[in-house]
């Protein structure tokens, strides 16, 4: 039998390094959503970004952000310690570059939730890791009612992010692949099958090219 033959401890004869996995998409078409869902199954770790911007009750370090002062965030933009960073309403944001670089090392998935500007500077520093996704809306009338239903923003603040959507929606063309979440357990699927193909990309496969040098050496009796 098969499973006979089969050390059941041995390794599996080719490994992988983990992908960067990027979400972008307009303020209420879904991005977040989906990438909580990825996370809940286990199925990649969500990149923790560092702030300046002081700790609100209901956060907890290490798990919403790494809470620094402008001093640190500032030395560790330039040691090249960050992949991504942007200054927001006057306070800093940033992801470090050392955590994502072990998780991936590890075989594990980083999963990033940020906007157009934040993932050209990751692509520009670890280029053949980064796999991207822009979720878009069923349309503008949708995605107003969504970010209506949320009930988290006055009017004004929702006129603002529909004005924004419009500038976030034209940057669809520097992704890769493109959902359009109509129907939120589609779009998780389809998220799911693009990160098993990115998966099985031969250059993020280590180990591969000395299992199949040890098949051709084979011999059959």
């Known amino acids: ?3 006979d033959a089969v050390n059941q401890d041995s390794k599996p004869p080719v490994g992988r390094r983990g992908l960067i996995l990027i979400l972008s998409s307009p303020s209420g078409a879904g991005k977040t959503t989906l990438t909580r869902s990825l996370v809940e199954e286990r199925a ?5 970004s560092v702030t300046t911007r002081p700790k609100r009750p209901s956060e907890i370090e290490g798990r919403h952000y790494h809470f620094i002062d402008v001093e640190e965030f500032l030395a560790m933009r330039d040691r090249d310690e960050l992949l991504e960073w942007a ?3 006057g306070n800093f944001y940033g992801t470090p570059r050392k955590p ?9 998935d ?3 939730d940020i906007d157009y500007q934040g993932t050209r500077q990751v692509r520009q520093k ?3 890791d980064v796999v991207t996704v822009f979720v878009l809306p069923p349309s503008f009338k949708e995605l107003k009612a969504r970010l209506e239903r949320r009930a ?7 006129a603002k992010r529909l004005a924004n959507a419009r500038i976030e929606m034209e940057r669809w063309v520097e992704y890769d692949y493109v959902i359009v979440n109509e129907d939120l357990g589609k779009s998780f699927e389809s998220l799911k099958a693009i990160q098993a193909a990115e998966r099985l990309k031969r250059e993020r496969l280590v180990g591969l090219s000395e299992f199949v040098e ?8």
Do not use: C, K, N, Y
Request: proline residues 5%; negative net charge; charged residues 20%.
């Open 1 to 3: 039998m098969w499973s």
């Open 44 to 48: 990649g770790v969500l990149s923790v």
């Open 87 to 89: 200054e927001v309403h």
């Open 100 to 108: 994502v670089e072990r998780t991936l090392a590890s075989g594990q």
């Open 110 to 112: 980083m999963v990033f």
């Open 126 to 128: 670890l280029p053949d």
């Open 152 to 158: 988290e923003d006055a009017p004004d603040v929702i």
């Open 214 to 221: 040890g098949l051709l050496a084979e011999t059959i009796d």
